[in-house]
């Protein structure tokens, strides 16, 4: 299973970016799909999970910012994240726990990352 993301890029305080991530690969199933976060010199964080029947989770400093969805017939999980803080700079990982048609046998897989800059 291959997980690609984008949408990352460069913008001010206050802005708004949306990151895709699409899974394609052998996929017989998804279950939780999520957005991390590394911030240099951090470790990196749970930002945001959803269930494969769409149920939600946040870290509480995106909450009421950060929105992440899905759309199960396209593997691919979205996180929009609005009033974006100089602190939400990071590279931003997408992952997934996907079972394939090869081994029947759930895995968890990561994306290679999008870089976000937020600007003060």
């Known amino acids: 299973v291959q997980l690609q993301a984008s949408g990352g890029g460069l913008v001010q305080a206050g802005g708004s970016l949306r990151l895709s991530c699409a899974a394609s690969g052998t996929i017989f199933s998804i279950n939780d799909m999520a957005w991390y976060r590394q911030a240099p010199g951090k470790k990196r964080e749970l930002v945001a999970s959803?269930?494969?029947?769409?149920?939600?989770n946040y870290t509480d400093s995106v909450k009421g910012r950060f929105t992440i969805s899905r759309d199960n017939a396209k593997n691919t999980v979205y996180l929009q994240m609005n009033s974006l803080k100089p602190e939400d700079t990071a590279v931003y990982y997408c992952?997934?726990?996907?079972?394939?048609?090869?081994?029947?046998?759930?895995?968890?897989?990561w994306g290679q990352g999008t870089q976000v800059t937020v600007s003060s």
């Open positions: 959803i269930t494969s029947d769409h149920s939600t």
């Open positions: 992952n997934a726990d996907a079972k394939t048609w090869v081994t029947l046998t759930t895995k968890n897989y």
